[in-house]
Structure formats: structure tokens, C-alpha cells
């Protein structure tokens, strides 16, 4: 039984869509509303760019801040969660064997940016390995803190892991790092809309999560948050007019975040209309939501997990709307590391199943990860865990 909000999306009917996670969906209004945007855009492209364009994305901004507790002023949009990752450690300055801290669980894009960063200034990358199954965020704050030395300057921290769907005690985190002096990056593409965020209490240096995933808001829009003390080191990707424009009342920081080229900037200026738009589609407004695709996805995984007779591989509290699962079985043999697991293929052209399925040597496994978000229901998790139990051979009594 499909959910009553599913036919909201437009995603194709038949489909069990069960990775909102990898670049989110959304609702036909949100779609409605970015084309209005782009429509008034070509209608007198001077004038959109040139008269609205500025008060349209302080609009943007200012309903990012209020829903994230921050000032407008420390937000800036980017297109994506990489750019933004990009944006902070290509204008950060490293002396030779200084430490970078990241996880293994991060999104290995991320990760070859610090890795490429780190060869850049000769800076020492220091990997923490955290286990999966993982039996508390305790310790995850362990494994964090005792890997700090003298030399950590910057420590990425997700808020919710890519690959392992964790939920990461990341306000703990924060709170220690930064109190050493160590800046923070939060990579928090799994974030807005999805876990409840509060940037001024959270005290990150930076933070940068993608709208166009647990918003729902359009593809495309993602913002950068750089605490108003680091705003004066950190440039745009892209160096434009901002860059010499002649001050006045604002800072240096806004003008090369608020104009970097001519692009199509309809998903930010859809913003306000999707965070009061997707509140209104549940009773309680968005804690409502982000409550019920977290009961949701620990639904689904333990169903699928009582169904393939495997332990859940995370306490409750470190989920949030995605849980990986580590599947039974041997890892299939592959030639190459990013070669596709068959296992999602015949998910997708023989039960019309749209999940992640994927092995990774560093945590060693063979994944799947499922998402829940409000166009979900507990049946198709149902239909998933039947098709892995014929695909896995396994018993199903
Ligand atoms: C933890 C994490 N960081 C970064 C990204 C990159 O997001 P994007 O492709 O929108 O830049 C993802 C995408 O899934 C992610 O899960």
C-alpha cells in the first residue's frame, strides 16, 4: 500500500523508490515553484539578475537562517555539498604535518578533497576507524577524541555518515574539537530536513548540507554556513567581481559569495516557498516529518533485518532517516572498486526496486541502505526484504 502523500511526487507509479538519500526527490509544488522561477528569469533576464535577484536569495537566506537558527548574514548558497567541502579546504592554509581528522565512514568525494588538499601543503591526513556494526556513539566520541594531537587543525565530521547511514554524535564532536581549537567542518549533506540543526549553538566553524536532499527543495541548491570569525579566509571556488568590488556597508564575504557567475539560481530562490510548503504537508510541520521518516527507516530496518536473520547494526539513536544494513553472505567478487554490485541491478529491472547495494573494503562488506522519507511505506520494505531473501538464497521461515 503506497503512502498517502506518495502522489505528490512524480516519481514513476511502480516504482519502489527507496533512495531518497543519494540526490533526494521532490514534490511536484517544489517543481511547480522552481519553474516559476525560471520563468520570470528568461521573461527579462537584466532585471531578474541585475533588481530581484539580490533581495530574492536575502529572502533565501534569511529562511535558511531562522530554520537553522543563524544569521542570514554566515550562510551563503553553493550548489552542492562537494563544492561546499571544496570551498572551505581549498581556501584553508596548512603548514607541513599538520593533521587533517576525517572518519572512514566519509563520503569519499569529500575525502578526495582533503586528500588532495593535504598533498597540496604537505599536511598529514590521520584516518579514524570507526567499526560498523558499531554498538554506541560513545564510541564514535572515543575513537574521535583520542586520534586529536597537537597538530590537528581541521576534523570533518558528518552529520550523518554516507555509506553507513550513522548518525554521528556530531555536537559532542563539535563541541570538543572546537574547544582545542581544531575547526570543524561539518559535512552535513544528510542534514537539513532530515535531523534538526541549530548552527549558532552548534559553534562549527563551518557547515554545508545539500536542500536538495531532505528538503526536497530543488537540485542544485546547497548553502555553505562560515562562523562570522572564519569568514575573512574563506574565498568562493570561483574568484568574480566580489572580489574587488568596493566594500560599503557590507563585507568582503558577501560580496564573493553573492555573485560568483551567471547561473541558473531558480532552487535557491525556491527555498522559502519549499520549507513552508513541505511544513504544511504534515500535521506538526517539519519536526513532525524529519520524526516520521526516522520511525520510518528504523521500521524498515528491522524488518529487513528480522527477515535476513542478521543483528541491527546500530542502536536507535544513531539513525535517522537512512540505515545501512550489512548484508549476509560473501562480498562478490569484483575487478574493479567501483564496479556496480549485481545485486542492484536485478533489485532494479526484476522487482522495479531503486536501493543502494555496494561493497567497500574500508569498512569490509556488502551494503545496502535504505532511506524513508513521506512518499515511503513499511510495505515496500516488505517487498524489498522478499526479493533479498530469493536473491540472497536465503531461508525464508
Ligand atoms: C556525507 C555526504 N557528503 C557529501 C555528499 C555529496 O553531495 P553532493 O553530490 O550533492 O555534492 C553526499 C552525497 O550523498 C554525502 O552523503
Known amino acids: 500500500m503506497p503512502s498517502d502523500l506518495r502522489h505528490l511526487w512524480t516519481l514513476e507509479k511502480e516504482r519502489i523508490f527507496l533512495n531518497h538519500g543519494s540526490f533526494g526527490a521532490c514534490p511536484e509544488f517544489v517543481i511547480a515553484e522552481q519553474r516559476k522561477w525560471q520563468d ?9 539578475f541585475e533588481e530581484l535577484m539580490p533581495d530574492v536569495l536575502l529572502k533565501s537566506r534569511e529562511a535558511l537562517g531562522s530554520f537553522l537558527s543563524c544569521s542570514a548574514d554566515d550562510l ?18 596548512f603548514e607541513e604535518g ?20 593535504a598533498g597540496r601543503w604537505g599536511a598529514k591526513v590521520v584516518e579514524v576507524a570507526l567499526p560498523f556494526p558499531i554498538d554506541s556513539p560513545q564510541t564514535v566520541i572515543e575513537l574521535m577524541k583520542s586520534a586529536c594531537s597537537e597538530r590537528t587543525k581541521l576534523v570533518m565530521i558528518d552529520t550523518v555518515t554516507s555509506p553507513t547511514g550513522l548518525r554521528m554524535p556530531f555536537e559532542e564532536l563539535t563541541s570538543f574539537f572546537e574547544s582545542r581549537g581544531v575547526e570543524v567542518l561539518l559535512d552535513a549533506a544528510h542534514g ?51 572580489h574587488t568590488f568596493p566594500l560599503g556597508d557590507t563585507t568582503r564575504f558577501r560580496h564573493e559569495f553573492d555573485w560568483t557567475g551567471t547561473q541558473d539560481i531558480s532552487g535557491w530562490c525556491a527555498l522559502p516557498a519549499v520549507i ?13 516529518i524529519m520524526q ?5 527507516a528504523i521500521q524498515g530496518r528491522d524488518l529487513l533485518c528480522q527477515r535476513l536473520g542478521i543483528q541491527q547494526p546500530c542502536p536507535n539513536e544513531m539513525i535517522a532517516c537512512i540505515s545501512t544494513i550489512k548484508l549476509p553472505g560473501e562480498i562478490p567478487p569484483k575487478e574493479k572498486l567501483h564496479e556496480p554490485d549485481p545485486l542492484h541491478h536485478i533489485l532494479s529491472e ?34 524489498l526484504a522478499e526479493a533479498l531473501v ?8
Open 76 to 93: 551563503a548558497f553553493v550548489s552542492n555539498a562537494t563544492s561546499g567541502v571544496n570551498t572551505i579546504l581549498r581556501s584553508l592554509h
Open 40 to 48: 520570470l528569469m528568461e521573461q527579462e533576464p537584466v532585471r531578474f
Open 350 to 383: 526484476k522487482y522495479n526496486i531503486q536501493v543502494p547495494v555496494w561493497s567497500w573494503p574500508n569498512p569490509e562488506g556488502r551494503y545496502l541502505r535504505i532511506s524513508a522519507q513521506l512518499y515511503n511505506s513499511i510495505e515496500q520494505y516488505e517487498l
Open 390 to 397: 530469493i536473491e540472497l538464497g536465503l531461508n525464508s521461515d
Open 192 to 242: 537539513i530536513g532530515m535531523i534538526p540543526l541549530n548552527l549558532d549553538e552548534l559553534g562549527a566553524s563551518y557547515v554545508t548540507s545539500n536542500c536538495h536532499k531532505w528538503l526536497c527543495a530543488p537540485k542544485g541548491s546547497a548553502f555553505l554556513y562560515v562562523r562570522n570569525d572564519k569568514q575573512g579566509k574563506i574565498q568562493p571556488l570561483t574568484i568574480s567581481h566580489g
Open 98 to 117: 599538520d593533521e587533517i581528522l576525517v572518519p572512514n565512514h566519509a563520503y569519499q568525494a569529500c575525502r578526495n578533497t582533503i586528500d588532495f588538499v
Open 292 to 296: 516520521h521518516n526516522h520511525n520510518l
Open 276 to 288: 513552508e510548503g513541505m511544513a504544511e504537508l504534515v500535521d506538526g510541520g517539519w519536526d513532525a
